[in-house]
């Protein structure tokens, strides 16, 4: 049986290969994202592919958006990321970053729910 934070890092090593398939079989039936409701890209994304939704929107909102994985770790029932996000305006603005933690809480070997938590997020907001 693979720990929460292998799990974590099978879901967004199949999302940073767009395998979104991959990514919507290691999603539980129920999963939900939450981002911060204020972000252009916020609120609530249900279902098994919420996640795929939620980074076409993000992904949307910028000229450019990467993402680089610095760290998961977890526990028995959750794992966290931290990672940088580089967002480039589309207005032609400078591109700025931001460090964001992604708590996941598993049940049954699969991501039911993932709260997204940015350094920043009023920046993120104004600057789209």
Excluded: N
Aim: net charge negative; proline share 4%.
């Amino acid at each position: 049986m693979a720990t929460p934070r292998e799990l974590l890092s099978a879901v967004y090593a199949a999302a940073g290969e767009g395998d979104w398939d991959r990514v919507e079989a290691l999603l539980h039936p129920d999963f939900v994202l939450y981002e911060a409701q204020h972000l252009p890209f916020g609120g609530e994304w249900r279902g098994r592919d919420a996640l795929q939704r939620c980074a076409a929107a993000m992904h949307g909102t910028w000229a450019e958006a990467k993402v680089d994985v610095h760290d998961i770790t977890g526990s028995d029932s959750w794992a966290v990321v931290v990672l940088t996000l580089t967002m480039t305006p589309k207005d032609g603005g400078e591109p700025f970053s931001q460090t964001v933690c992604e708590a996941g809480i598993f049940e049954d070997d699969l991501l039911k729910e993932l709260r997204i938590h940015y350094f920043d997020a009023a920046e993120v907001t104004e600057r789209a």
